[in-house]
């Protein structure tokens, strides 16, 4: 047996990303107990970073053990009771994966749908919400199927006034666009790390307020032979997941530390460790960093000649939908970049299929030289397929932006 070889790719798909390189020295740290204080400490500790990622005073802020989509599992199902009504604006791919997950936990499932490439007026989510009175409002702030990004500032108050939990899922977005729990009034978030954040996928962060824990702590909560009832006053039905059971995750988490999985520590080693990278470089010239490069990719990609896809008001900082020129096979093109030049870029799903590209810039990539090195091998490949660019166009504009947002204080490389 060979050991492990893999090709030096350079990830610009709309995720996973490479990670950062203190991410995964952080990962290759050598375990201890469970219950060990130096274990234990570090879970407070990531608990205390996320509130700080997040953007929230929440004491229920940790991981859940698995992809972004266990948070979201762990959410749904931990809130939604049999027959709970919940609305779903959706918008793209994810939003169907939120409908999907909430039938699953037997909730009556109401969705608002917009086109690919756009996004929801907040009067729109209001007028539904009045109408189908929803127990929980569970919304996408970045999808990555479409690039688009919904605004979420106003749809808190929205919530509040009509009695609506408020939930998100800001996997794609979280760390490359502003995000702000609190102030914005959300009630539960997940994410994930393999966008921004920078990490591998497999651990999911999530935050509570103390009204959705509330209604979690409602729910029946027993295990046969370990636990009984102890929450003597539980009215809710039973949550329909161990795994996710929030309420005995929370336990696990909380000064009770009553054993239910073993807690993932190489996962927890490396969600902290996004969070440290987040941190210390700071929030903002993070997201200045997302920015310049998703500006000076779309540029690029608009000099190039080739078209960006969708409400370009709306789209994520992180990731661009590029149409696909009728003169060239968008597969080939792919395979091209991957196999000549090291480079991935993502293909598209539904009804984008094989129209558009999918090119990202995020947390450790979201960098110049990554994104001059993309648009210089894109270009490459589609001349060398016969697209007919003006050679070298992509890159000056890359750069000029670049130029200009370190003439204007905004340098973050
Ligand atoms: C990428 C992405 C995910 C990823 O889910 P996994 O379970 O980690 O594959 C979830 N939600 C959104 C909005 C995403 O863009």
Known sequence: MQPLSLPPRLLMGPGPINCYPRVLQAMSTQLVGQYDPAMTGYMNETMALYRQVFNTQNQQTFLIDGTSRAGIEAALVSVLEPGDKVLVPVFGRFGHLLTEIAERAGADVHTIEAPWGEVFD???IEDAIKQVQPKLLAVVQGDTSTTMLQPLEELGAICRAHDVLFYSDATASIA???FETD???LDAVTVGLQKCLGGPSGSAPITMSDRFVDVVRQRQHVEAGIRDAHHTDAKGARIR???FDLAMIMDYWGDERLNHHTEAATMLFGSRECAVALLTEGQDAVLQRHQNAGQAMLKGIQAMGLKPF???QHKMSNVVGVYIPDEVD???IRHDLLNIFN????TSFGPLKGKIWRIGTMGY??????VLHTLQSLETVLRRSGCKLSAGAGVDAAMAVYANAAANGKGSL
């Open 122 to 124: 907040p009067q729109q």
């Open 176 to 178: 490359g666009n502003p």
């Open 183 to 185: 102030v914005w009034q």
């Open 241 to 243: 997941s161990n795994y």
């Open 310 to 312: 969708g409400d370009l």
């Open 330 to 332: 968008g597969e080939q």
């Open 343 to 346: 480079i991935e870029i993502g």
């Open 365 to 370: 990539n979201a960098r110049q030289d990554a």
